[in-house]
């Protein structure tokens, strides 16, 4: 038997747990002796590194359509401290210290989260599609990962054609998405929205020397425990004459929803 944490017996002790484990996050920020990302230009830098695309509704979540205009809203709040924010050489880009900044004025509304893995309502919920969409970006550009927390479990099929385990989940007080500028040049981040998609792109002030493909290799979905989970490997391959090919990392994740009766589910 799982053994439950004092927040999940005592509910009314996680707001309380929540103002700590900020106060440590954010206190650890300051003292970690990096130089965070803040500046957000007023102009645009002229080259583009990446982009990348993600539809704002998913109908199939099995919850009031009202929580994905909700999501579509928080996204929207949130892209107005992200846009066209600049990632200096030397600088470390964080999701949470980007939106910190003034926060006791953004009023986000109710987003669908999974938490304490069961699928639920929250405030600001919805964030991690703009993570996953900044972590795609970051992928494909010379900036080093620095952290990144994969979703445990997925809930719904990824939205595209695009490679999967290309997510990061943030959630304030726990986990962050970060990278590093370790190089030369100087980058951007470029966030628009029409009716039905948000749209990044990652630019920078000199003409990229490489660009990256992300990729997927070695898929496959196991049976362990009763659950059903998914394992595959992410690979990025420079589009140059080299072509070199590096494995990032193995993926792996619950699945939370039905499978085709096509795919082969391994037992363990």
């Known amino acids: 038997m799982t053994r439950k944490r004092v927040t999940q017996l005592f509910p009314w002790l996680l707001p309380l747990r929540r103002r700590q484990r900020n106060f440590c996050f954010y206190t650890g920020m300051k003292l970690d002796g ?35 205009e909700n999501k579509v809203f928080n996204l929207k709040l949130a892209a107005k401290k992200l846009d066209k924010l600049l990632i200096r050489p030397g600088e470390t880009f964080s999701f949470w210290h980007a939106l910190h900044k003034d926060s006791k004025k953004d009023v986000y509304k109710d987003g ?49 054609e695009g490679p999967a385990g290309i997510d990061a989940t943030v959630s304030e007080g726990w986990s962050d998405l970060k990278v590093e500028n370790q190089g030369n040049r ?42 059903i989970y998914q394992s595959v490997g992410v690979w990025r391959r420079a589009k140059d004459q080299c072509g070199e090919e590096r494995k990032l990392y193995e993926n792996r994740c619950e699945i939370g929803y039905s499978l085709s009766e096509s795919v082969e589910i391994k037992e363990d």
């Open 112 to 160: 669908l989260v999974v938490l304490n893995g069961q699928l639920t309502t929250v405030s600001g919920g919805g964030l991690c599609q703009m993570s996953n969409l900044l972590f795609d970006l970051f992928l494909r550009s010379p900036l080093i990962i620095a952290e990144r927390t994969g979703h445990g479990k997925k809930e719904f099929p990824d939205p595209g």
């Open 186 to 227: 100087v980058f951007q981040l470029r966030l628009s929205f029409d009716k039905e998609t948000i749209y990044g792109c990652l630019k920078a002030d000199s003409q990229p020397e490489t660009y990256y493909e992300i990729f997927n290799r070695d898929m496959e979905y196991y049976r362990a425990g009763g659950k």
């Open 34 to 68: 990096r130089t965070y990302a803040a500046q957000q230009a007023e102009g645009e830098l002229p080259f583009v590194q990446a982009e990348s695309t993600s539809p704002l509704y998913n109908e199939n979540t099995g919850f009031d359509m009202k929580y994905q």
